[in-house]
């Protein structure tokens, strides 16, 4: 079998039945899907029987220790040469595995991932929020989009490794961006990672504004945990975020103080915002909630860097976690 498509899920039925319907519909058959439900209180296990007749399906119940510790059981039992990894809230378009395979052929690689988009039947909101993370003027250029702001960084919505890798790199580690400090891993031991463009997923992401705000936050914060992990891995981009915080709220307080002529900056970034949101989007309901989103990301992001950034390294109290993150080993 070459690809195993490994999925952790926790009390997600209906995105399951999703992930299942577009799996049936793959005109490439060389794949298993196997399923880690990490504890779930609402199993999916309905909506995979549905299924097993279908395509193979390996289906897996285990107390609740995470997504990391999921997706390692997951590799334990796969069968493929090659594991791939999506989030529980994706889409694979039809012809996913024919152009992963095809990929492959014209650029043998063990390590590899590819981008995420919005598919016409996801919500405004999360057309917005797929806008948010995907565009050049937020910090959608490291996320495997046209335009790269770092080095392609695969992510678990969509990547995936030969069984080599897991051999020599072990699996996941448990902590919050589990998935850059695996790329990196990766990376470090000697597989440099290829983007393919063509090869994507439809991502649904957060449903309200709220829990993407708390999604990002923390984002924002393990990045500093990464650098700890990593000491020069933070990058001029990692900063963006927390400079636009810093530098809106300012702004916004000179124009109280002195000026309404300070918001200027301030009001073309977001015009820009709109415009792009509304060429990409094309609908003007969705480029305004697109700006809303954007603000939220940056905002959520920024402020969890900036906070983070105090307490781990201005006031040290990161380098106990990071000594404890590195003594993890995947499992």
Known sequence: MLFSLIVPVYNRPDEVADLLKSLASQTERDFEL?????????????????YASVFPIQYFAKSNEGRSIARNYGMQN???DFFVFVDSDCILPDDYFVTLKQSLQNNPVDFFGGPDAAHQSFTDTQKAINFAMTSFL????????????????????????????????????????????????????????ALFRDVKVYHKRRGNLAKFWRQVHVFGMSRITLQLLYPGSMKAVH?????????????????????????????????????????????????????????????????????????????????????????????
């Open 138 to 193: 937020t910090t959608g250029g490291i996320r495997g989009g046209k335009v790269q702001m770092e080095k392609f960084v695969p992510r678990t919505f969509n990547m995936g490794f030969s069984r080599r890798v897991w051999e020599k790199v072990g699996g996941f580690r448990e902590m919050f961006s589990e998935d850059i400090d695996m790329s990196t891993r990766i990376r470090q031991a000697g597989f440099p990672p």
């Open 239 to 331: 900063w963006m975020p927390a400079l636009f915080t810093i530098g809106s709220i300012g702004l916004i307080i000179l124009a109280i103080l002195l000026s309404p002529l300070f918001l200027i900056p301030l009001a073309i970034y977001l015009l820009a915002l709109w415009i792009s949101a509304l060429v990409t989007t094309k609908n003007f309901k969705i480029s305004l909630m697109a700006v809303a989103a954007a603000l939220v990301q940056l905002y959520g992001y920024g402020t969890g860097f900036i906070r983070a950034y105090v307490w781990k390294i201005l006031l040290r109290h990161g380098r106990d976690e990071a000594q404890e993150i590195r003594l993890r080993k995947g499992r």
């Open 34 to 50: 196997v399923i880690v439900e990490d504890g779930s209180t609402v199993p999916c296990k309905e909506q995979v029987e549905q």
């Open 78 to 80: 796969a069968k493929g």
